[in-house]
């Protein structure tokens, strides 16, 4: 039930914009999205319930396809902030358990 | 507000024997989770505790352990360790653990096994 990331690894220069996949084989509930700098940890960004909802945060939105069961992440315009790794994670049921995809790792470059 | 507090924040063992880690969540909130994360395997579900009842357990072998305390603080204990168990073990805390709340997530435990 572990979520597949796509892609593993994204390189940008600052401004570029990317998009993180998270797919999944079940009927998702929800979609979680979190952001993790090297030693330190996750750091929620946002929640996108089933109902094809998309939300913003600043530069970074993300919506999700219930037909497809899939959930993307979209940062624009990067800053140097942004990197870090991503992590979607998704449950089944409402007071389910999160489960996590492995990541992509996201490097920004001046 | 404080965040969630993890303690000890390393911990250096040998294989047998037995470690327990601590978790302070966030005032007020009732669940608090517990992952593994290593670099092959990402986040791993261990398990999640709500008003001291263990709610949700993921697939982790019995001896990997936890409960939670009456002011929602939780314990994960892990016996017989052995040397795969080398990880960084975090703790996130929710309101009430559901599917609309985010999770917070403490600083984690590095545990090494020598």
């Known amino acids: 039930q572990q979520p597949v990331q796509s892609p593993q690894a994204v390189i940008l220069r600052e401004g570029e914009d990317a998009v993180i996949n998270c797919s999944s084989s079940?009927?998702?509930?929800?979609v979680h999205w979190y952001r993790q700098k090297h030693g330190e940890a996750p750091v929620f960004l946002m929640i996108?319930?089933?109902?094809?909802e998309q939300k913003g945060h600043d530069k970074i939105s993300a919506s999700f396809n219930e037909k497809k069961q899939q959930s993307s992440l979209y940062l624009t315009a990067s800053q140097l902030s942004y990197s870090g790794t991503y992590f979607c994670?998704?449950?089944?049921?409402?007071?389910?358990?999160?489960?996590f995809g492995r990541g992509t790792q996201l490097t920004v470059w001046p | 507000k404080a965040g969630v507090t993890q303690t000890p924040r390393y911990l250096i063992k040998t294989r047998g024997q037995q470690v327990t880690l601590s978790c302070s969540p966030i005032?007020?909130?009732?669940?608090v989770s517990w992952y593994q994360q290593t670099p092959g395997q990402g986040l791993q579900f261990l398990f999640e505790?709500?008003?001291?009842?263990?709610?949700n357990k993921g697939n982790f072998p019995g001896r990997f352990s936890g409960r939670q305390f009456s002011n929602s603080r939780s314990e994960m204990n892990v016996s017989t360790l052995e040397l795969g168990d080398s990880a960084l073990y975090l703790c996130?805390?929710?309101?009430?653990?559901?599917?609309?709340?985010?999770?917070?997530f403490g600083d984690g435990t590095r545990l090494s096994i020598l």
């Open positions: 996130a805390s929710s309101f009430l653990g559901e599917s609309n709340q985010p999770q917070h």
């Open positions: 079940k009927a998702l509930y929800s």
């Open positions: 996108l319930l089933k109902g094809g």
């Open positions: 994670g998704t449950e089944y049921s409402t007071l389910g358990r999160l489960y």
């Open positions: 005032s007020g909130h009732r669940s």
């Open positions: 505790y709500f008003s001291e009842t263990q709610r």
